[in-house]
């Protein structure tokens, strides 16, 4: 079954202690992006990466790191997580961003 | 850059009752144009797209049309179902075709 995958769905942490979401597809996709969302203001990119060890910052790429090291891993690093990371996390990919993208299940993120 | 304005939620309709969400747009060049549905503890999944003028797209009973002279992309469905009790996203690409930008959201709840 062609999906994206994340881990893990629900996380609660404390502020500093650095944290790994894992993202993983399996349909061969170059393009990979993570967002988060937020209530009343939609989904924002953070991070996106057009291909293996190509990686670029979205609209809301502070306090965030991400590596391509393969292509059907894209994880999201929160080096030190503060309070206002607390969102909901989805991971997408697409054989092209103009194209349909494909999302993850998302990842619930609080930081106290 | 590239923007998506979508109406206000929540709507509340009886089953079999019409349904219109709006959604206009600002762009340069001609963006791809989607609906993405995101039922309750889920991710978004794409319900519709369109990738130039008056493109029409259609899915599950639910249509929309990309008219370039008003920019907009309305959701319609002649007769909603309980089923369809989610939050409704209108998007397009962005200026680099990097990302999608998203609309805050519509949330649709139906009663039977």
């Known amino acids: 079954e062609a999906q994206v995958t994340q881990n893990p769905r629900y996380l609660i942490t404390v502020t500093g202690k650095k944290l790994t979401v894992t993202c993983s597809q399996n349909m061969n996709h170059e393009y990979m992006s993570w967002y988060r969302q937020d209530p009343g203001l939609g989904l924002r990119q953070i991070y996106y990466?057009?291909?293996?060890?190509?990686?670029d910052k979205g609209d809301v790429p502070e306090g965030y790191k991400v590596s391509r090291k393969e292509k059907r891993n894209f994880p999201l690093i929160l080096e030190s997580p503060s309070p206002n990371q607390t969102s909901l996390y989805f991971c997408a990919s697409s054989s092209n961003p103009g194209y349909e993208q494909f999302f993850g299940p998302g990842t619930r993120l609080t930081v106290l | 850059g590239n923007s998506v304005t979508q109406m206000e939620g929540p709507v509340t309709l009886s089953e079999e009752a019409f349904l219109t969400i709006n959604c206009t747009y600002t762009?340069?060049?001609?963006?791809?144009l989607f609906w993405y549905v995101q039922y309750p503890g889920e991710g978004l999944q794409l319900l519709l797209k369109?990738?130039?003028?008056?493109d029409k797209g259609s899915n599950k009973g639910f249509e929309a049309t990309y008219r370039k002279e008003t920019t907009s992309f309305h959701l319609e469905k002649g007769s909603v179902q309980v089923s369809d009790s989610a939050v409704y996203f209108c998007a397009l690409t962005n200026q680099a075709g990097t990302a999608l930008i998203f609309g805050k959201g519509t949330t649709l709840s139906v009663s039977s």
């Open positions: 762009a340069t060049g001609y963006p791809s």
């Open positions: 369109a990738t130039k003028a008056d």
């Open positions: 990466s057009m291909n293996v060890e190509v990686t």
